[in-house]
């Protein structure tokens, strides 16, 4: 029976958790089991960047009850299914002591240059060092630790910085592989990933306002018929080139960030782990980071993943199947698919506590996940095709094998191929594409690299047109619900839009597919929503049943 070394790290300061989640990476990666608890959301800091996700108000009125203690509940799971034993470090001190053999020395950095904190990590991994603040050296007594580097007064700015960290450190990092880590969220629970694999860490803006910008999101999102002809004429390769090189020009940080991004090379598919900064948002890291050939794996939050890493899954299980029911004639098809399921920290957390609610199993349901866990955790994935009941539907996040804009990225079919490979070693066979209305080149993509998938539930939102196509070798619905103003909705507000949906039918079968804003709509809401159903002829269904009968009603 292996043991578990456990480490309550909820009270500690943010340079205290640094500390402690590079040890464990450090621990980890020589084979011992070092668990960490980050302890549960109250901290409304911990249910945001430079957005609101969920207030006071939604959290424990409605996500508290059952997401609970995310590490416990994960504790628990390897306890009980895998079988291991649980002993608990009495503080980080005792920490530092019991593992005193596994860092050589101390890297320091300076509070007065947070991102310093990213090169004391990438330090930390390739030297086997503990990356401390000063006071933390004197705090704990470690002042008998050769102090390799010290950081303070090296730059004066995160330019100067990460210029350094890429000329030095690049290449003593893990290939294939990047992480854009923001210091001002002070959420270091991915930290023990980074140290453990050794992976280069950055924080520099990716947007500046202006014609580059527009020119990607023209790409993206622009008029249909515009962006149909910019692509035909495969115009589209030079625009993006040319948007990032003026939002370059215009901006020394994204111009460094471009340099890095397309320094990575992979045999697969190069990918970036982590989050935007405090001076970006979502939509322009995406932008970038497909514009220059990168998927995201989105790892702010995710604790614990050198641990995860590390453990085999136990014999593998296959998705539940259904059989799918006869068409009914007379039906309206309604599909429901949880959002944000390529997140670690939603993989980490059971679906923000939706995969604990008593509701799961009540109704068809469409979860999204992570399908490159099957090789960075498994046994965390397989956690979900194991516990899976029939009305669950796992499918893959958007828009595959890590998360991408699809029509800024350069190279789709190695994409969609790495896409395919990693849903048939899992059984997926549906998966969320970001984009509800993508252009014709696009969409031939999907139909040329389709793989063993059944087809694709598309759009995280309807920008512009809601696009549904049955061909052959293509299945790709996209999701009528919610329209861009009406993601944020809550729950009972959304669901009216979804009657609306329903009331306004007027030829049948119909089918009707929502993405649901992870938090705000939860499955206790679905389940109660399907409850209040009473026409026969209305029919909650999985993904994978939905898009089967779409396309048996167009024959």
């Known amino acids: 029976m292996k043991t578990i070394q456990f480490l309550d790290v909820s009270k500690l300061s943010y340079a205290e958790r640094v500390c402690a989640a590079a040890l464990q990476g450090l621990v980890n990666r020589s084979g011992a089991c070092l668990y960490l608890d980050y302890g549960v959301y109250d901290d409304p800091t911990a249910r945001r960047t430079n957005e609101n996700f969920i207030d006071d108000e939604l959290w424990y009125g409605k996500y508290r009850a059952f997401l609970g203690n995310q590490d416990q509940h994960n504790l628990d799971y390897y306890r009980q299914e895998h079988g291991f034993a649980v002993e608990k470090i009495i503080d980080l001190p005792a920490a530092l002591e019991l593992y005193k053999n596994t860092y050589k020395g101390i890297v320091i950095w300076d509070e007065a240059l947070p991102d310093t904190v990213n090169a004391a990590i990438m330090l930390a991994g390739q030297e086997n060092l503990l990356p401390l603040t000063s006071d933390l050296i004197e705090k704990y007594h470690l002042l008998k630790n050769p102090v390799l580097h010290d950081l303070h007064g090296r730059w004066a700015d995160r ?3 990460y210029t350094w960290a890429l000329d030095t450190l690049f290449t003593k990092c893990k290939p294939g592989v990047i992480a854009c880590v923001e210091p001002g969220w002070q959420r270091p629970e991915f930290v023990d990933y980074l ?6 860490t950055y924080s520099l803006a990716s947007r500046y306002e202006g014609l580059g910008s527009q020119l990607l999101m023209l790409l993206a999102f622009g008029p249909p018929a515009l962006r149909e002809a910019l692509f035909a004429l495969h115009l589209d390769a030079p625009i993006r080139k040319y948007a990032l090189r003026w939002m370059g020009k215009r901006s020394a940080e994204v111009r460094l960030s471009n340099r890095i991004q397309q320094a990575v090379r992979s045999d697969t598919y190069p990918t970036i782990f982590g989050w935007h900064t405090r001076r970006d948002d979502e939509l322009a890291f995406m932008l970038q980071l497909s514009a220059n050939g990168l998927r995201l794996v989105p790892a702010h939050m995710a604790g614990n993943f050198s641990f995860h890493s590390r453990i085999k899954p136990l014999e593998r299980k296959l998705p539940p199947k259904r059989v799918v029911p006869e068409l009914d004639a007379e039906g309206i098809y309604l599909t429901f698919t949880l959002s ?13 506590g939706n995969w604990y609610s008593p509701a799961r199993g009540r109704v068809p349901f469409n979860w999204e996940v992570q399908p490159l866990l099957d090789e960075m955790a498994p046994a965390l994935l397989d956690r979900y095709f194991r516990q899976a009941s029939s009305m669950d539907c796992l499918i893959a996040g958007p828009s595959g094998a890590g998360y991408v804009i699809p029509p800024l990225i350069s190279d789709h079919a190695a994409y969609l191929k790495e896409t395919g490979r990693m849903c048939e070693k899992r059984g997926i066979k549906v998966v969320t594409s970001y984009i509800a209305d993508p252009c014709r080149t696009t969409l031939g993509q999907l139909e040329r690299y389709k793989c063993d998938l059944l087809g694709y539930l598309a759009g995280y939102a309807v920008v512009t047109r809601a696009l549904q196509i049955c061909r052959k070798d293509l299945l790709f619905f996209s999701n009528q619900v919610p329209t861009l103003e009406e993601i944020t909705l809550p729950s009972d507000e959304l669901l009216k839009h979804v009657q ?8 049948r079968p119909a089918f009707i597919a929502v993405h649901l804003f992870a938090y705000r709509t939860t499955v206790a809401d679905v389940a109660g929503f399907a409850s209040q159903i009473s026409d026969e002829h209305i029919h909650v269904v999985r993904g994978d049943e ?8 167009k024959k």
Do not use: N, P
């Not at 140290?195 to 280069?200: D, H, I, L, T, Y």
């Not at 609306?500 to 030829?507: K, Q």
């Not at 939905?546 to 009603?553: A, E, T």
């Open 159 to 161: 330019l100067q910085l």
């Open 195 to 200: 140290v453990q694999e050794k992976v280069f």
């Open 340 to 352: 944000d399921g390529d997140q670690l920290m939603m993989m980490h957390t059971g679906e923000l």
């Open 500 to 507: 609306a949906r329903i009331d306004a039918v007027e030829e």
């Open 546 to 553: 939905f898009l089967s009968l779409f396309s048996k009603s």
